[in-house]
């Protein structure tokens, strides 16, 4: 990897750790979503970096895609609550993601936020160079199960690049013996153990409020031209990074309408929000990780 990727890298891991780490300071009974998600995604920005992805806030079941509208004024945390907070920054297109779970005001998951916690230490801990994408998913699913819970088969870490959140290398959860893939130096790595009381996978639910324009998309065959125009000014604003319908709405008028009219069209994906399939609380530690020749760097 060259010093200035690294360097980008390092940078972008920085934000997102201290946006990490000041969103825990915000999930507290009472505090709407909408005020969080907008107060951590700002706390990237004035660190210098970009969003990688709109702030996520995932509750109890719900194991991740979501984050609140621009006009959800009632949604707020209160008390049992089982929280994920999954955030990510950029620098010059190198993204950090990282993510925490936070019980609001009781520890009655205490045990599952240590599973998904220790797995992922567990996993740190040993990778480097050469090792297999099926032994990290057989750590992590032999931590999850010595505390008494499943690991989520169907949720995965990922393998990231320039301004690629999922760049197409998937870091398992479990023992699957069809991930025969080596780890090499230089690999940038979002790993992020899933723990559930629940199936042990999720089912696609409503939507998450989180977008991605489609690079398959194919002009010439769309006779909409406002759709083609709208479809094109949202590309350069976000790229090829997931966005915020917040976000979409203060580029845009009649945004949920332009949305859904996009969507339909195939030129931009809404990710659905993933439920565990028994509505099982859900909790999730991630880190972002480099690969070195010794083992790996922790950037988040």
């Known amino acids: 990897m060259e010093n200035d990727v690294y360097d980008n890298y390092i940078f972008a891991g920085k934000i997102a750790a201290k946006a990490r780490e000041y ?9 709407k979503y909408l005020e969080i998600a907008e107060k951590v995604e700002s706390k990237i920005i004035e660190g210098g970096a970009g969003l990688a992805f709109p702030v ?16 959800d004024a009632t949604l707020t945390l209160k008390k049992g609550d089982v929280v994920k907070l999954d955030l990510g920054a950029h620098f010059e297109g190198y993204i950090a993601d990282t993510a925490i779970t936070v019980e609001i005001g009781s520890n009655e998951y205490e ?10 230490e567990n996993v ?76 042990g996978q999720v089912i696609t639910g409503e939507g998450s409020n989180i977008y991605l324009c489609k690079n398959t998309f194919k002009p010439r065959l ?4 406002r759709a083609k125009i709208m479809f094109s000014k949202a590309k350069n604003i976000f790229n090829t990074l997931p966005f915020a319908q917040r976000w979409f709405e203060k580029q845009f008028s009649n945004s949920d309408i332009l949305l859904r009219k996009l969507s339909f069209l195939g030129m ?3 990710y ?29």
Do not use: W
């Not at 969103?23 to 505090?31: H, N, Q």
């Not at 079941?61 to 509208?69: D, K, L, Q, V």
């Not at 499943?150 to 995965?156: E, F, Y």
């Open 272 to 300: 659905p929000q993933l439920i565990d399939a028994n509505k099982g609380i859900v909790t999730q530690k991630e880190h972002t990780v480099i690969i070195t020749e010794e083992g790996c760097e922790v950037i988040t």
């Open 111 to 120: 045990n599952m936020i240590k599973a998904s916690t220790e797995a992922l």
């Open 222 to 225: 769309i006779r909409d031209n």
């Open 23 to 31: 969103g825990i300071g915000l999930l507290k009974p009472g505090f």
């Open 124 to 199: 740190i801990n040993f990778i480097k160079p050469q090792i297999k994408l099926f032994d990290i998913g057989k750590c992590v699913e032999d931590t999850i199960k010595s505390y008494g819970f499943k690991p989520i088969i169907n949720l995965t870490g990922h393998s990231m690049k320039r301004y690629v959140l999922h760049a197409g290398m998937t870091i398992p959860n479990v023992a699957d013996r069809s991930y025969k893939n080596k780890l090499k130096i230089g690999d940038v790595l979002a790993i992020e153990p899933f723990a559930t009381n629940g199936a």
């Open 268 to 270: 931009i994906k809404h």
């Open 56 to 71: 996520n806030i995932s509750i109890n079941e719900i194991a991740a895609h979501f984050s609140p509208r621009h006009d």
